[in-house]
């Protein structure tokens, strides 16, 4: 996910994982479209 964050110029805020899913908080600036970014890797 930092890498992630450091390519979109985006901050990782929290981070929560369970067995089947994460839950992400990250601060992006307006030019990145969210789809974008969830769909980046």
Known sequence: ???VCADF???PVEFRGESSHVHLLVNFPPKVA???LVNSR
Do not use: H
Request: glycine share 0%.
């Open 34 to 36: 969210v789809t974008k």
């Open 9 to 11: 110029e985006c901050e």
């Open 1 to 3: 996910m930092r890498s």
